[in-house]
């Protein structure tokens, strides 16, 4: 049964304050250091600032840390979710504690909805080498099948208005796709910019140790209802995290609060 956390908090600050909470509680879990996967955006920024002002040891010392997804534009773009992390907090972070998706092989191709998958499954690949030579991968059982996957401790999401997370968007390669660790995808209609993402896969999504997704805002309330909802009218791409092994917390505003609060 799906059984999330659900905090409801009054406004941004409190939402950053119980999701600084819940990173404290992962660090505290692993014995050694942990493994974060960073959600992208906007919305996260305040949260990466807040956590290097206010627990700086634990912020550069405890955590290696990745961007779960990313759109495939040079790191220097405004919109790479690479540059906001780094601006916001792994500019003070070791190199060594950082595993860097490269987006180069794909940018020339990037804004082309068909001729970029090439370049995509590329930076693809490499990604999840990168992965496996850092965290190391496990034997986890998936639906019966046996798959190579990086068991992370924590996973940050958001939810798009459309219904995705991460870069799985509605009707995407990565919402179907069969490859273990990393997928790629081409934004739906809503979304912008028009460029190719590489995303972690569902599957290492659904096995990370804990998932925090914040989700603030009207728009975003389908989206939550879809996936808490035992019996949800509206499916959105996101209610794949129903299959989350792990824990998993959401942490929202009144706007994005569910309509049930049992699952």
């Not at 950053?16 to 692993?30: H, M, N, P, T, W």
């Not at 009707?171 to 912008?192: G, H």
Request: aromatic share 6%; hydrophobic share 40%.
């Amino acid at each position: 049964m799906f059984t999330p956390s659900i905090v409801v908090c009054k406004n941004t600050a409190e939402m950053d304050a119980a999701a600084l909470q819940v990173i404290q509680d992962v660090a505290k879990s692993r014995p050694d250091k942990a493994s974060m996967a960073l959600s992208g955006g906007s919305s996260p920024r305040s949260l990466y600032t807040q956590f290097l002002e206010k627990h700086r040891d634990l912020a550069t010392s405890r955590f290696v840390y990745l961007v779960g997804d990313d759109r495939l534009v040079p790191f220097e773009s405004d919109d790479s979710n690479y540059k906001m992390a780094h601006e916001a907090l792994l500019h003070a972070v070791p190199p060594s504690h950082v595993i860097k998706m490269d987006p180069s092989p794909a940018v020339q191709s990037a804004h082309d909805p068909v001729e970029g998958e090439k370049g995509a499954r590329i930076v693809a690949k490499q990604f999840a080498a990168a992965l496996e030579k850092q965290i190391g991968f496990s034997s986890v059982d998936v639906g019966g099948r046996t798959m190579q996957l990086p068991v992370l401790d924590l996973v940050l999401l958001g939810f798009g208005s459309d219904g995705h997370t991460a870069s799985i968007f509605p009707d995407s390669i990565a919402a179907t796709d069969d490859e273990p660790v990393t997928s790629v995808s081409f934004p739906s209609p809503t979304m912008n910019p028009k460029v190719w993402r590489v995303t972690l896969s569902r599957f290492v999504i659904q096995n990370a140790r804990h998932v925090l997704v914040m989700a603030a805002g009207k728009p975003k309330k389908w989206v939550v209802d879809g996936v808490v909802s035992s019996s949800a009218t509206e499916a959105p791409t996101a209610r794949f995290l129903r299959e989350c092994k792990g824990k998993v917390t959401f942490i929202v505003d009144e706007d994005a609060k569910p309509s049930q609060s049992h699952c």
